[in-house]
């Protein structure tokens, strides 16, 4: 999403806290001024409880052996339908890691990290960062710096329109794919977080499979996810569970492909479940265990899968 509606959205929210705690320290306490507060504050924690609680309902009583005997995705599928503990402190390391990225973060330091594709320095093999829904580059501030400090070529897209179809997207990512394969001569690593992911699958349907080293996906609704069901915004529709769009996905994927695709999952991920939604048939899956959706970003096995494919010549397994 395009930095300054953000900026603009948390200037606002401050304008408006600040003004109603001016307006009860000059007037004195009203119930309707008092709940008006409790919003602005609360909002956050309570909508992340809402997801949490609706995930833990959709994931009661799974295991891996349930996820398994659905043959969706193979590879490690450990822990199973998170437990009390698991999901407070997923709930906990969610809430700081989403005041961070969208109070700060996208709002405030979009920018902060250019790309290196005209960086002369730059070695080796690139890598091209595509966000999910309701983001922009600056989800990936940290990666950026250190791919910065490894002096390899990388390129953050933000997509826009925000609300757009997915399909709109693949003219964004065809450019930043471009740019890499201009500046190393190599086919990029691609790290796609949430809808990021199926914007990817969809450009990837679009070219080679060849031009993409690795796909790399995290917390992505490959089937869709039930929190979508009353959805109204045209991309979020396409990642109801089941339908059409999805499928037609899934069909111009090919085995080339899935074979070049890491996928990084999560009993505790807030917005894509049940949990096996996140899996890709014929790809690698890498199951977390009490991780939540936005936080998966900085668990350090997708940043380790990212260096290994960077420095692996063999794009499959």
């Known amino acids: 999403m395009n930095a ?53 309902r959709a994931n009661s009583g799974r295991h891996p052996a349930t996820i398994a005997a659905a043959d969706v ?38 920018a902060s990290e250019p790309d290196t594709d005209s960086d002369a320095d730059a070695r080796g093999r690139g890598v091209v960062l595509v966000h999910g829904f309701g983001c922009n580059r600056a989800l990936w501030l940290t990666w950026l710096q250190r791919l910065r400090l490894q002096r390899r070529t990388f390129v953050a897209v933000t997509l826009e329109p925000p609300w757009g179809p997915i399909e709109r997207y693949v003219g964004t990512i065809e450019e930043a794919v471009a740019r890499v394969e201009q500046r190393t001569g190599l086919a990029p690593v691609m790290v796609a977080h949430s809808m990021g992911g199926l914007a990817a699958r969809a450009w990837w349907a679009t070219t080679r499979p060849q031009r993409i080293h690795r796909l790399i996906t995290l917390g992505t609704p490959h089937h869709g996810t039930a929190l979508a069901v009353a959805a109204l915004l045209p991309n979020v529709r396409q990642m109801q569970r089941g339908n059409p769009w999805l499928r037609r996905l899934a069909d111009a994927d090919g085995p080339e492909r899935r074979a070049r695709t890491s996928c990084f999952w999560s009993w505790c991920d807030n917005i894509v479940f049940p949990a096996e939604t996140g899996r890709l048939e014929g790809a690698a899956s890498h199951a977390l265990d009490d991780v939540a959706h936005v936080h998966m970003v900085w668990h350090p096995r997708p940043w380790a899968e990212l260096q290994h494919w960077l420095d692996s010549s063999a794009p499959g397994p």
């Open 73 to 110: 995705g193979e590879g490690d599928v450990s822990g199973g339908s998170p437990g009390r503990a698991a999901v407070l402190r997923a709930y906990r390391r969610e809430l700081g890691t989403a005041l961070r990225v969208f109070a700060w973060r996208q709002p405030f330091r979009a």
């Open 4 to 56: 300054r509606i953000q900026r603009a959205g948390v200037l606002l929210w401050i304008f408006l806290t600040a003004g109603l705690l001016w307006h009860l320290g000059v007037r004195g306490p009203g119930a309707l001024n008092i709940a008006v507060l409790l919003i602005l504050l609360f909002a956050l924690p309570i909508l992340l409880a809402v997801q949490f609680l609706l995930m833990t």
